[in-house]
C-alpha cells in the first residue's frame, strides 16, 4: 500500500449471499488530506463501499486496505482501534434525540476517551464552534432545522479528530443555503484536520465545487473517474448523463427484467 494513501481497493467485488453482484472489480484510491467523492445512481454499490471500508461488511473478492491494515484479515479488537480514526456522517444525521446537542457531540469522547468533564466540555463548544452551532449547544434535536441537525451530525462525527471522514449522502434534503454551507464545511475541515474525506453523493454540482477527485460507479463498477474539471469536460455518454441529469443515456430507467410483452402473454 502506497503511504500516501489512506484507502486502497484492489479489484474489489461484493455480493449478498444468493443475491446478484453489488460491487465486481472496484480499484480505487483515497491520498491523504483529499476530499474524494464516489458518484453514481442509487443502488450502484457506493455506500457499499463506505461499509466495505469501515469494516461493517467484508470483501468477497479482491483487497480492501485501510491505514495499511487488510480489512479481509482484520480481528475484532484491530478494527475497534481502526475506526477511532474514522469519522461517519449518516445519510440523515442519526442523532440521538434523547440527548441534547451538546451531548450529541460529547458522545465519543464520552464513550472512547476517558477526559474528565471540565475537559470535554470546550472540546464540545470548539466542535460546535467550528459548525456555527455553538449557541445551539443546549437545544434537542427536534427544535433544529435539517441543515442545522445535519451540522452537529458533522461536530460528532469530527469529535475525535478523525484521520478520514466518510460521508454518506451528505447534501440529500437540504435547501440550497444550508447545502452550500455544509459543502464548504466538509471542505475546510478536511483542510484544517488534515483528514482525507469520502463524499457519496448524487449532488453533481456541489460535489465539483469542493472535491479533488470524482469516482462514477454504475453497475458495481467504476466506469469513469477524474478531476472535477475533467469530470465537467467529458464527453463519455455515462458521466455526461450523470453531470446533466439527463433521462436518456446509458443508464436504464427500468431495472433489468424479462421482457415485458412476453411475461404479459405467459400470464394469460
Not at 445535519?150 to 437540504?174: C, Q, S
Not at 469530470?231 to 455526461?240: A, E, G, I, K
Amino acid at each position: 500500500m502506497s503511504p500516501d494513501n489512506l484507502v486502497e481497493l484492489e479489484h474489489v467485488s461484493f455480493a449478498y449471499e444468493r443475491a446478484r453482484p453489488v460491487l465486481s472489480g472496484v480499484t480505487l484510491r483515497i491520498p491523504r488530506g483529499k476530499v474524494v467523492a464516489i458518484m453514481g445512481g442509487s443502488g450502484s454499490g457506493k455506500t457499499t463501499i463506505l461499509r466495505l471500508i469501515g469494516g461493517a461488511l467484508r470483501a468477497t473478492g479482491g483487497e480492501v486496505r485501510v491505514f495499511g491494515s487488510s480489512m479481509k484479515r482484520i480481528g475484532a479488537a484491530e478494527l475497534y482501534r481502526l475506526r477511532r480514526r474514522m469519522g461517519m456522517l449518516f445519510q440523515f444525521g442519526a442523532l440521538f434525540t434523547d440527548l441534547s446537542v451538546f451531548e450529541n457531540v460529547a458522545f465519543p469522547m464520552r464513550e472512547r476517551t476517558g477526559l474528565p468533564d471540565e475537559l470535554i466540555r470546550p472540546l464540545v463548544l470548539m466542535k460546535l464552534q467550528a459548525v456555527g452551532l455553538r449557541g445551539a449547544a443546549a437545544l434537542m434535536p427536534q427544535q433544529l432545522s435539517g441543515g442545522m441537525a445535519r451540522r452537529v451530525a458533522l461536530a460528532r462525527a469530527i469529535a475525535l479528530d478523525p484521520d478520514l471522514m466518510m460521508y454518506d449522502e451528505p447534501f440529500t434534503g437540504l435547501d440550497p443555503i444550508s447545502l452550500g454551507v455544509i459543502g464548504q464545511l466538509i471542505r475546510r475541515l478536511n483542510d484544517a484536520l488534515g483528514a482525507s474525506s469520502i463524499v457519496v453523493t448524487h449532488d453533481v454540482h456541489e460535489s465539483l465545487e469542493i472535491v479533488d477527485y470524482v469516482y462514477f460507479i454504475s453497475d458495481g463498477r467504476v466506469v469513469a473517474e477524474g478531476a472535477p474539471d475533467e469530470v465537467r469536460r467529458s464527453t463519455m455518454p455515462f458521466v455526461h448523463q450523470f453531470v446533466h441529469a439527463e433521462a436518456d443515456g446509458p443508464v436504464p430507467f427500468h431495472y433489468p427484467a424479462p421482457d415485458y410483452r412476453s411475461e404479459l402473454v405467459a400470464a394469460r
